[in-house]
């Protein structure tokens, strides 16, 4: 028996989370860790720093060495492991996952991850008050962010058309985080294609216990 994929970081993080839907939507068998090389490794440390210069999460442990950057584990996996593809072969269909995992992976999660949603999860105002003023000046962005998704979804099913991608996998658990928190306006609900994208995904077998 093949040893599980080794996903170093937490399973609330949403990159994480991008990994072990690919996993899930490969087939693969995975476990999610804090240890590496059987040692228990602490966020934000030097042995964290030893395998991401910048202490973030995932890193994929591999037999190789570890690797950093969910799109590079994205594209790791497909090659490692093929299964069920997360990309498609044609170039240009290609660049377009490219895009929109850029897109979702930096602005979108820029937005609505680091700039409001951390702020509710890690407060950071006075005696552990979540600074409203920061988040409501962040949320004309978290508007803007999901009238760019939910455009993009409004006349297919998946961010680069009829097959769900890796682009998808890097934008559904931002998306399922701020449809169910209640940050106030702006709403995934008034976009009807992005609720019924993240509430059609929320259902689907790779997905379901990920984001329950
Ligand atoms: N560009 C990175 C971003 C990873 C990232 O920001 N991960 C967050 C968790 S979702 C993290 O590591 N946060 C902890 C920190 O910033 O110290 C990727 O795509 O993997």
């Not at 970081?9 to 059987?38: D, I, W």
């Not at 594209?75 to 377009?96: K, R």
Request: with cysteine; hydrophobic share 45%; net charge negative.
């Amino acid at each position: 028996m093949t040893a599980p994929i080794k996903i170093y970081g937490p399973s609330f993080s949403t990159f994480v989370r991008s990994v072990m839907m690919a996993c899930e939507f490969k087939g693969l068998a995975y476990e999610v860790t804090t240890e590496v090389n059987g040692e228990e490794v602490g966020f934000h440390t030097a042995g964290h720093k030893a395998i991401h210069p910048y202490t973030k999460f995932p890193v994929l442990l591999t037999e190789q060495g570890p690797i950093a950057e969910t799109v590079a584990i994205l594209h790791y996996l497909e090659n490692a492991y093929g299964g069920t593809p997360l990309y498609p072969t044609d170039a240009f269909a290609q660049a377009q996952v490219e895009q929109w995992s850029g897109i979702s992976g930096i602005y979108v999660d820029f937005y609505i991850v680091r700039k409001v949603l951390v702020e509710f999860i890690f407060p950071k105002g006075e005696n552990g008050s979540v600074r409203m003023d920061k988040v409501e000046a962040a949320l004309p962005k978290v508007e803007s962010a999901l009238a760019i998704v939910a455009e993009q979804l409004a006349e297919q099913p998946y961010l680069c058309g009829d097959d769900l991608t890796a682009a998808d996998l890097i934008l559904i658990p931002i998306i399922d985080y701020i449809e169910k928190a209640d940050v106030g306006k702006p709403r995934v609900a008034e976009h009807a294609n992005l609720l019924a994208y993240i509430n059609r995904i929320r259902k689907e077998a790779f997905a379901k216990d990920i984001l329950s």
